[in-house]
């Protein structure tokens, strides 16, 4: 399968080039050349699967065997997973009045991006190994996503990670599981500033393709197309699971609620409905509503700042996959998708065409929740369930309690949970719950930690470039000791 940038102009490359990359050279997203389409009859066969086993099938259909033979895939596939600590790996957990919370954070980092990330390690690994190549990771994080790409990339021979977080903006937690790993790979930075500021540098340095390719750059943001094609199976596991039956023509839909703050969940939503998964998409986010502005109105633009809410990975005002949606609902017109993208970059601010808005209000339902709404939500599911919610959870239950408060007629319906509440006492305690913090998580304190500042007022960007020369430069060194 080949894969071709979302903006046109960067030539077209195997998953290998599309998993290696950050940004396509022209600035875009990769996406596959053409989507195949699910019939019925593979549907059917598909949803007896379990998670890791939709996980195969999947990325066997979106890398090709030519590239990676079936039996290797499903062993890397296995060993992404064997650390997870619930057997099924991702698990429904079936509550009252229809409450259905697909939980995908029973990875080492407890959030959903164990999943995606602990893969595409494998698919790296398996990569590097065969080209006896190095890489450096370069990572922003809003604070699930560097603690999950560190975990599945420390103590690698061959990569070296560099992670930015927005220091203060992270809970405790997260940010304790980034910067106590003290790995000679890994490499964390505070930065004075939101996620969205430390993304700059981190784009700036992407967009020098003579230096991304001296120095073999990369991402494992969501970007990078990997991540996207396991997360599609997070929506065919949430819809074998709850739809009624597989019997009716045409098969039932199911409504999947996808709490977001990039879209990289979103994107993957969508295309598993474009290759044929019949799924409804409503998608959450709290007070950074550009997403939910954008379903609504058209209005692609930030705001003037970005709001700190309960839900704090989500606390994002540039939802880089939309570029991928955008691209899809034009009909993979890359011009299109181009314009509007640079008028962004340039604007930030976008009003969407409107053939262009009437098909993503057709294809996506939204809302916003405010943090008032996300405790109380926590607190009514744990009053009728006993059952604790991250604030991301309740993002998306809120909408499910939004419905059935109105009485409205009945979908089957399934909840995202992007990460345990855990993660999140200071929420929990907002909520009026008693934090429930396993052992692992309270050992993080004790423990020695290791993060290099940028503050404001610091050439992040050249702090940025001089990290990754000086590990290229230590790779160097070391690939040519290892050869004499």
């Not at 990569?127 to 006896?132: A, G, Q, T």
């Not at 003037?304 to 989500?314: C, H, I």
């Not at 991250?390 to 949970?417: E, G, K, M």
């Not at 429930?436 to 960007?461: F, Q, S, Y």
Request: net charge negative.
């Amino acid at each position: 399968m080949w894969y071709v940038s979302t903006r046109g102009v960067a030539p077209r490359v195997n998953f290998e080039g599309a998993l290696f990359s950050g940004y396509a050279p022209d600035g875009g997203l990769f996406m596959p050349e053409e989507l195949p389409q699910l019939d019925r009859e593979i549907l059917c066969q598909w949803s007896t699967l379990s998670y890791p086993g939709l996980v195969k099938e999947l990325c066997a259909l979106f890398i090709g065997s030519e590239l990676l033979p079936k039996d290797e895939l499903n062993d890397l596939i296995d060993r992404a997973f064997s650390r997870f600590r619930h057997r099924e790996v991702v698990h429904l957990s079936r509550l009252r009045n229809g409450l259905n919370v697909l939980e995908l954070w029973h990875g080492v980092t407890y959030a959903f991006k164990d999943l995606s990330l602990s893969c595409t390690a494998q698919f790296l690994q398996y990569f590097l190994e065969k080209r006896e190549k190095h890489v450096t990771v370069v990572v922003g994080t809003s604070g699930d996503t560097g603690s999950a790409a560190i975990e599945s990339v420390q103590g690698a021979k061959n990569m070296d990670i560099i992670v930015l977080l927005p220091k203060g903006h992270c809970t405790k937690i997260q940010e304790l599981q980034m910067t106590t790993v003290l790995k000679q790979n890994v490499h964390v930075f505070g930065v004075e500033g939101n996620s969205d500021e430390l993304d700059e540098p981190i784009k700036t340095v992407f967009a020098d393709v003579a230096f991304v390719k001296k120095h073999n750059l990369m991402s494992l943001n969501s970007i990078n197309w990997s991540r996207v094609l396991v997360q599609m199976a997070h929506h065919f596991f949430a819809y074998f699971q709850c739809t009624p039956s597989l019997d009716t023509h045409p098969l039932p839909l199911v409504e999947v609620v996808v709490p977001t703050g990039a879209a990289g969940n979103l994107a993957a939503g969508y295309i598993a409905q474009k290759i044929g998964l019949p799924i409804r998409l409503v998608v959450a986010v709290n007070r950074n509503d550009i997403i939910h502005r954008t379903v609504q109105q058209g209005d692609f633009s930030l705001s003037e700042a970005v709001k700190s809410t309960l839900a704090s990975a989500m606390d994002i005002q540039v939802p880089y996959n939309m570029e991928r949606v955008f691209w899809l609902l034009s009909g993979s017109d890359s011009q299109v998708t181009r314009a509007l993208m640079e008028q962004f970059e340039r604007t930030q601010s976008v009003n969407l065409p409107k053939e262009l808005h009437s098909k993503l209000s057709e294809a996506v339902t939204s809302v916003s929740v405010l943090d008032e709404a996300i405790t109380q939500t926590m607190g009514r599911c744990w009053d009728e369930n006993q059952y604790l919610l991250c604030p991301h959870s309740a993002v998306a239950v809120n909408y499910h309690y939004q419905q059935i408060d109105r009485q409205q007629p009945s979908t089957p319906r399934c909840c995202l949970a992007p990460a345990s509440a855990a993660k999140f006492p200071e929420a929990v305690l907002a909520a009026g719950l008693t934090p429930e913090t396993p052992a692992e998580i309270v050992a993080l304190e004790h423990k020695e930690t290791r993060c290099t500042l940028m503050r404001r007022g610091d050439n992040w960007m050249l702090m940025l470039r001089d990290t990754i020369e000086d590990l290229s430069q230590r790779w160097r060194s070391h690939a040519l000791n290892t050869s004499q």
